[in-house]
């Protein structure tokens, strides 16, 4: 572990996101959250005390301070929500309790509320369960919960009635109900329809009346649950109007500002009126309200246009204890505050807010840097401003924003001069007494890093992955680094500036040589992202972090030494000038503190610092002081001190100058400036001078006045006062009068009431002695009976004595008989029961094995049949598709044949035509019509020879085929054959593998009877011990223990003999090792062929696989075979047709006897076409079924 450690000192900046996140403590005291703590901050003091949150926190999420101001409660998120209560009494805020959900999964507590009187705490879960805890939270106690909402109307607040505990108001988008708790559950005690309504915020002001603020901007009364009256909220009005609404008006105008935090005081209630604005409302004769004034966040003079500070929404208010101070916290995390006691002088019509603390930054810090000659931090931001920190003063010197985001920053050693790294350019600037101010820019875009040298002379900026050396006498650019292949995360001078170290994204670690631009040295690690680096103390190692957790110590481009981390991954490094410790910051937020040289295991100390990752880190020159900035916007001041407490004694003595920078035209505006104040305020000496004189003349004559008006009222005050004295006196004088006569007649009452009461005494008196002396006599005589009675008694008891001690010693004879026949018949009954047991046993096992075997024989037959069942109906399923195939293709031939039919009558009917017409004609031109037919004839024999040739070509195609598909019908046969003998000795080794199951049962419980033998012998064994050190006692006397020898003998040593027990146990437990032997070599032998059948199973697989993809790979060719036939049918039917319109044409120019040879050829032409699409159908059919049967046994 370290000696040095950083204690927690200072912190600038609020967390936002955290409901309620702004309370008072005291009057001087207020709680707010930032980082991963919850900070007390003394306003007159000006210093800080810490409450740190847990480390396996993922984030507050609410706070809530008890009504008596000494518990605070934090809700923290993870992965199972959590409420810690601490006493802020207690100097270092002890934690009190810790409150979970109990058994529920809840992830946040989105806000929370402390009863009146600090004993009860409800907290509201967030979505999807939206559920109210009451607890008692000293005791950890639940008392009850109730459901409030659901993932459409969300709940915002929740609050106690402060003149009630056992009252709560919830209020939320759509939810406005108050719960009672009676009876251990919380019970709705009102239902107003406002469903369409988002409520932000509400407040109690009496014990009926809660007013509720809006999005749309409206203040919605409600009295005892229920909605009565609407609070008229126009800017202009000075009363403010109350009118009644119905529970259905619930729509605001459209550009109304939104009501974000609402708050009840003593005088009224204030509450956030849109953007920056605070109204105030006080009571009024009539039970209604009047808007008294108006406080607004004032614009702030250094900020840009884009973002001005009045357009922030207020988050949170709250007041102190006595109602002197108003403190207010925005959504972008500053803290204002105003003193409500200075209302009645102020007059103003604008009354503004003022910082409670410094202006924080609102978005992530980029850049930190401090310097030698001044107590200065700067820091760079993306929300565009530079801020520079004086953290002696723990106060905010100079800020200023700017159009662009700052990504870095620089300050110069001696404090006057800073470096700023924009998006467009880098920009070296004054730092003025009032103002930061640019005077040379250099063009530099996008630069991330950027850093003085320890002298001051040069600067270096990176540009992407090449780093500018500029000199900041001349302006000029020295030397430009370029090496990284990556962006640069990170660079560092040395403390001679003759060095410079650089790491990035590249995985690499460069040091570079200042004069002559070159590398001295490098480390190259592709698998790592590095994010920082630093020199050690000395300047000969380099340390660096990145993303594989580690922090690594580099010398002579070797990493020397790597301290290994835990989940979380460094993103920030800075080393301490004494070289004592090394500080790193994570992506968690903590900070971590290692000891240097640095050790070879998970050695440090963690801090909880952030909520976000830590951006930058850096130590002051004189070890004083570390400083830490995050992207949760905040920057914070730790001590760094050894264990004891001491500051670190550091060898160099840092002086901080006071000079600052001006320039001569602002002096001399100021000097001028000065000049007309006091002459200004020598005027103004003058003219109050005036009017003062004016004022005690005015005043000397009402004092005269008032001095007039006093003596008079005295003297009739006096005159007044004499008058009440004389009176007083005479009542005096009258009440003395009447009381001594009061007195008389209360003495004669008495002493006639003594008298009466004297004489009843006596009376009373003879009757007591008479009634004594009848006691005396009947005690007497009582005493007399009770002897006779006892005697009596003494008598009959030794009687009953003696005849029930008679019986007493029978019955125990006979209990003793009967104890010992009992006994015999016990033994006998447990042997029988031992042997009658064993028999069943047998028995049963016999009839289980024997019955087991059945089952598995029907279970085998059964598989079978279930297998053989599957089979036929996949057989039964295909066939039935082929039979309805066929019956289609069927169908479609017998339509084809019966168009055909139509076409050869409608062909004979032409013949029939032509005949006719042969008859008719003439015998003229035959010889040209007989040459021309001759020619037809001629060309039709070419196309018959053709289509034969075809014909005979497919034959020869098909033919292969058919015997391919007859093969791959055989190969599938054998396949399924072979999967039937798999399923038979799948099922043989199962059965197998239970008749070894029930082998080990049996074997199991023979092994529990054994193990409950020993343990008999073992108890048998500490007894008979028990009784061998008993005896032991007896060594002194030799009879005794003799006595307790034989005993033990008699006791634990069996009258059988022991040898052939012995000899039989042994020839058992060989019998049972034999046995054991053979069923364990069964179990190898039968886990060896399973293992067999197993391979054998999964090379039939594959195989199956293998064909079954050469299968589809031939279907599918055939398939394209299928495609080319139907394209040649359609050809063939296109040429049919056009050979019909051509005999058409030459059959009415033929003769008779031509006519009829060219009939006899078509009808050949007409047979061969025919045969043709025939054999070509049938063998699409065929193909179509062989198709169906390859995809049924892929199924299969």
């Avoid at 003593?266 to 849109?274: I, Y």
């Avoid at 401003?385 to 050693?413: C, G």
């Avoid at 394209?1127 to 005999?1143: E, R």
Wanted: aromatic share 8%; net charge neutral; charged share 30%.
């Amino acid at each position: 572990m370290t000696s040095v450690v950083a204690q927690s000192h200072f912190i600038f900046g609020l967390r936002t996101g955290v409901s309620n996140n702004l309370c008072f403590f005291d009057e001087q005291t207020v709680v707010f959250p930032c980082g991963n703590s919850c900070v007390c901050f003394n306003t007159v003091q000006r210093c800080q005390r810490f409450i740190p949150g847990s480390e396996k926190s993922q984030g507050m999420r609410s706070l809530a301070i008890s009504a008596n101001r000494r518990y605070l409660a934090v809700s923290e998120c993870g992965e199972k929500a959590t409420i810690t209560v601490f006493d802020l009494q207690h100097e270092q805020g002890r934690k009190r309790k810790v409150l979970t959900a109990g058994d529920m999964l809840v992830e946040e507590f989105v806000c929370m509320a402390f009863s009146p009187d600090s004993k009860y705490l409800i907290g509201q879960t967030g979505g999807p369960e939206w559920k109210l805890i009451f607890w008692l939270w000293e005791k950890q106690k639940v008392l009850a919960t109730v459901k409030t909402g659901n993932s459409n109307n969300s709940v915002t607040q929740v609050s106690f009635n402060p003149y009630n505990n056992m009252q709560l108001c919830v209020s939320g988008t759509g939810v406005f109900k108050l719960f009672r708790y009676s009876e251990g559950a919380l019970k709705q005690s009102s239902f107003p329809k406002v469903e369409s309504i988002n409520f932000l915020c509400h407040t109690w002001m009496t014990e009926e009346r809660v007013i509720a603020g809006t999005d749309t901007g409206r203040l919605l009364v409600f009295e005892s649950g229920d909605l009565r009256r609407e609070i008229n909220m126009a800017a202009k009005a000075v009363q403010v109007e109350m009118k009644k609404i119905k529970d259905t008006d619930v729509d605001g105008g459209p550009n109304v500002p939104r009501i974000t935090a609402i708050l009840s005081y003593s005088k009224g209630f204030a509450c956030s009126l849109g953007s920056g604005i605070v109204c105030l409302f006080e009571k009024n004769e009539e039970d209604g309200y009047r808007r008294s004034k108006e406080i607004q966040i004032p614009p702030d003079p250094y900020s840009n246009e884009l973002t001005p500070a009045e357009s922030q929404e207020i988050d949170t208010m709250c007041i102190s204890p006595a109602e002197e101070t108003l403190a207010i916290s925005t959504d972008r995390g500053q803290l204002y505050s105003f003193s409500l006691s200075s209302l009645e002088i102020n007059k103003e019509e604008h009354i503004h807010f003022e910082f409670l603390l410094q202006p924080f930054h609102s978005k992530s810090i980029t850049g930190l840097s401090v310097c030698i000659r001044k107590p200065l931090v700067a820091t760079s931001s993306l929300d565009h401003s530079v801020r520079i920190w004086n953290y002696d003063t723990k106060v905010l010197e100079l800020y200023k924003e700017f159009q662009e985001e700052a990504y870095s920053v620089a300050l110069h050693p001696t404090g006057l001069f800073i470096l700023v790294g924009f998006s467009d350019k880098l920009r070296l600037m004054n730092l003025l007494i009032d103002d930061i101010r640019t005077f040379k820019e250099f063009t530099v875009r996008g630069c991330r890093e950027c850093a003085f040298s320890h002298g001051g002379h040069m600067f270096a900026a990176v540009n992407g992955n090449v780093i500018h050396i500029y000199s900041v006498t001349y302006f000029e650019n020295i030397l430009n680094l370029k090496g990284h292949n990556g962006k640069v995360r990170g660079i560092e001078w040395s403390l001679d500036d003759s060095r410079l170290v650089s790491c990035g994204m590249d995985g690499a670690v460069y040091e570079w040589n200042t004069q002559t631009g070159k590398r001295e040295s490098e480390s190259v690690l592709k698998s790592c992202s590095y994010t920082d680096v630093a020199f050690s103390s000395d300047c000969k190692t380099i340390l660096a972090v990145g993303t594989d957790l580690t922090l690594k110590e580099i010398q002579d481009c070797q990493v020397l030494r790597e301290v290994p981390g835990d989940e979380v991954a460094h993103t920030a490094v800075a080393v301490s000038h004494s070289g004592r410790v090394v500080f790193t910051g994570t992506s968690s937020g903590t900070i971590r503190a290692i000891k240097y040289p640095l050790p070879l295991q998970k050695e440090w100390i963690m801090y909880q610092a952030h909520c976000g990752p830590i951006t930058k880190m850096v130590i002051t020159f004189d070890d004083q002081f570390l400083f830490t900035v995050s992207e949760d916007g905040c920057l914070l001041m730790w001590k760094v001190i050894d264990k004891d407490g001491r500051e670190l004694k550091s060898s160099r003595q840092i002086i901080h100058t006071e000079e600052i920078l001006v320039t001569k035209s602002d002096l001399e505006e100021k000097t001028q400036n000065m000049l007309e104040l006091k002459m200004r305020l020598e005027e103004l000496q003058m003219e109050n001078e005036y009017q003062l004189r004016l004022k005690d003349m005015s005043y000397n004559e009402k004092m005269k006045e008032l001095s007039d008006k006093f003596t008079q009222q005295i003297e009739s005050l006096k005159t007044t006062q004499q008058i009440m004295k004389t009176e007083m006196e005479k009542q005096e004088r009258e009440h003395q009068k009447s009381s001594a006569e009061l007195t008389v007649k209360n003495s004669k009452e008495m002493k006639d009431l003594e008298v009466s009461y004297s004489q009843k005494l006596i009376v009373e008196h003879e009757r007591y002695q008479d009634l004594q002396q009848k006691n005396q006599r009947m005690q007497e005589d009582y005493e007399k009976q009770l002897k006779d009675a006892e005697e009596r008694k003494v008598q009959s008891l030794q009687e009953l004595t003696q005849l029930y001690e008679a019986k007493l010693q029978e019955k125990t004879q006979l209990l003793v008989q009967c104890q010992e026949e009992a006994q015999q018949q016990i033994r006998e009954f447990k042997e029988i029961i031992k042997q009658v047991e064993e028999d069943e046993e047998r028995k049963i096992h016999d009839i289980q094995i024997k019955y087991e075997k059945k089952l598995h024989t029907e279970k085998e037959i059964n598989t079978n049949l279930k297998g053989e069942t599957g089979l036929m109906t996949q057989k039964f399923y295909s066939l039935q598709r082929q039979i309805d195939d066929r019956c289609t293709d069927i169908n479609k031939l017998k339509q084809e044949r019966q168009r055909l039919l139509g076409l050869i009558r409608s062909l004979e009917s032409d013949i029939e035509d032509l005949k006719r017409q042969i008859s008719g004609h003439e015998k003229t031109n035959q010889d040209k019509t007989i040459s021309g037919l001759k020619k037809k004839n001629q060309e039709l024999e070419k196309l018959k020879f053709v289509l034969d040739f075809q014909l005979n070509e497919l034959k020869k195609q098909t033919e292969p085929q058919q015997d391919d598909i007859t093969e791959k019908k055989e190969r599938i046969h054998q396949l399924e054959e072979e999967l039937v003998q798999i399923d038979h000795s799948n099922t043989q080794l199962k059965l197998a593998v239970s008749d070894l199951r029930l082998k080990l049962r049996t074997r199991d419980k023979e092994m529990h009877k054994e193990m409950q033998k020993v343990k008999d012998l073992e108890t048998h064994l500490q007894r008979l011990k028990s009784d061998l050190h008993n005896c032991v006692g007896f060594i002194q006397d030799p009879r005794k223990l003799k006595d307790s020898v034989q005993t033990i003998y008699a006791r634990y040593v069996p009258q059988t003999d022991g040898a052939e027990k012995s000899s039989v146990d042994e020839d058992i437990q060989r019998a049972f090792g034999r046995h054991r032997d053979h069923l364990e070599r069964t179990v190898n032998s039968l886990k060896t062929r399973l293992a067999k059948s197993a391979e054998e199973h999964e090379k039939v697989y594959v195989k199956i696989m293998k064909e079954n993809v050469s299968l589809i790979t031939e279907i599918n060719e055939l398939r394209k075979e299928l495609r080319l036939v139907r394209t040649q049918v359609k050809d063939y039917k296109v040429q049919l047709a056009t050979f019909k319109k051509s005999n058409k044409f030459l059959s009415t120019k033929l003769p008779k006897n031509n006519m009829d040879g060219s009939i006899q050829r078509s009808s050949q032409v007409k047979l061969k076409i025919s045969l043709f699409l025939s054999l070509h159908f049938g063998s699409f059919i065929q193909y179509y079924s062989i198709f169906l049967l390859f995809k049924l046994k892929n199924e299969v």
